[in-house]
């Protein structure tokens, strides 16, 4: 099975959802620039949550580089995570109407959480397929980063109904370790093309 | 003809028919987490059409990648089959915001009904094509999944009027059963690479 | 100039026109079936916006197809045409809502013979650059589609404003009309293979 | 790295902004032509935004037909693009809505010029990346439309709360400037192609 569409439609669907967002930010109904104050809410969890699928895109791109091919399980994984993320859009919408209210942040931290696991078990699939392929012993159990993400999530999901500025830092905190790129993958990528 | 574009088309409309659908669920209008009580049914019928799309590309993605070439009456099919995906988004908003009432329940139904029917001549004219081109005699009368698919959305349409419960569990059954994949199709494209 | 990036964002375009569509059909508020009575105009001139976007789909594949390579003429007359497209949804929505009214009626022939008139510019400027590749004198000028196009839409734009359903036949016989392939087309793709 | 997928993802994005500005564009709620007249600033305003995403598109086409590959501070540069270009659908909506009011006006020209900036920083990444491969000195300095656009943009956004058809006039006037094709990223690309 080829990999190109599912790359097609990957990129097609976070394509839509990082720009559904904007929608989400209701043109004002007057034309002084404090009209804008109420929209700087909902404009910041823009910012995050675009990151947030930036990374997504980012990473699933660096994914699917080193894949060397797809089957049905990671086929469907990937629809898997593509779900998650399309959640993200009314997340980020509730969350931002409402000035980062508790429920709306816990939400958001357990959408946030599924789409993390399903990540992690998306590229799981992939490094053992790669494993299977080049016939090597891939060291995929140590994915520090999938295990810190939820260990941090997990908290602030709960923190949300106490203090919800805490939980909205660890989401912050969560995007900046995301940033960081995933060496591992990058090894396994170079391994394939000089092996 | 080639078949990129056409698979770069349908991509592109059945990406933006996943991701339309979260446009439906409403953003609530409070902050407690018992303002999503109203969202659930939404969400619910959300999830059933993500899987119904989600297999429908998926489904689509194995016949193009057996299809050698395509001709003017697959392109047409096709755009015949984007058709009645498309209005999965309107069928899945009324159905959902009314709580599988029976008139919306009935019309999901036949949305799906031609969408089935649909997918059904696309596959026997590309079917058709690959048999031509290879000078093979491929067993495309033995459709049985979407004969099955007919016979249980027929059914669901009626009954939704009677007991919507019903209809509604037909339609995940169905689901389910198009979950399994098409091993006629590999097999075509096993004998195409090795023929 | 390689074309592969501007049918790629042609066909994401297009895609996401023929589905915005659909939001314009706006869900029932009650459950009962005679609450799609009112959305049957909106669905209908769906219907055939839709077909009109496919044609234009259709035709601008077979045209690139048929296009060795772009210039930046080529560039800019293809966003022209997908300027006009893109107002076919503003057009149908307020066709559909008004069941065919006069003014929308003719608004909508308006934009339908802008977009005409810059297909045909653009098929001109594709086949006038594989002309001068090919160093063929290609029958350019006889595009009597396109002249009875113009000739169709012109009538049925002042007739709006009489008989509203003579515009709308009038639109109907078009799309009929384009649906038959250009076979001028076709036959150059035929030479530069063969070439 | 390969670049075909940030070029399908940016097409993506692209497609999806040019085409949602024309749901801001509200379905008139009466039949006569006459109820088109307060839709003609929005529709004016949209004509003006579709040009500067046109302009950016084919920009983008041509920087990137110029590089050979990418690599992380690229991805992130043109990540960043598409976040400011993501806003414009939202200030284009804003300004058409207020008939060019001060306020909209003077966001519009500050999200231009983030945009404009986002380029300029990509392009550089680009040029560079293409220098270093190349082992040339490229004139990479001598960009005198960023800075001439980035002139033009900060007194827009001033002049805005002043008289806003003088910055109109200059976001205009802009466009015009940029459509002029960029002679020295074509160079490089004839050099890259005969080097």
């Known amino acids: 099975m080829k990999k190109y569409r599912l790359e097609a439609f990957s990129d097609g669907v976070i394509a839509i959802l990082i720009t559904i967002m904007v929608l989400n930010m209701e043109v004002p109904r007057g034309i002084s620039v ?12 823009y910012v995050l949550s675009f ?14 580089e080193a894949a060397a091919t797809i089957n049905r399980p990671i086929l469907w994984a ?40 399903s990540y992690w078990g998306l590229r799981q699939l992939v490094l053992a397929s790669l494993a299977s392929q080049a016939r090597l012993h891939h060291p995929v159990g140590r ?6 993400a939820t260990v941090l999530y997990l ?34 990528l170079v391994d394939r093309k000089s092996g």
Request: aromatic letters at 18%; glycine letters at 4%.
């Open 51 to 64: 990151i947030y699928l930036a990374i997504y895109w980012s990473n699933h791109h660096h994914l699917f």
């Open 143 to 148: 994915n520090w980063k999938g295990w810190l």
């Open 78 to 117: 990937n629809l898997n995570l593509l779900f998650w993320l399309s959640l993200i859009p009314f997340a980020t919408g509730w969350m931002g109407e409402n000035h980062f209210a508790p429920g709306p942040a816990a939400l958001y931290g357990l959408v946030l959480l599924f789409a993390a696991m």
């Open 155 to 188: 908290p602030a999901i709960v923190l949300a109904f106490l203090w919800e500025w805490v939980s909205l830092a660890l989401y912050v905190l969560t995007a900046l370790l995301w940033l960081i790129p995933d060496r591992r993958l990058q090894q396994a």
């Open 34 to 45: 404090d009209k804008l104050v109420p929209v700087i809410p909902v404009f910041l969890t």
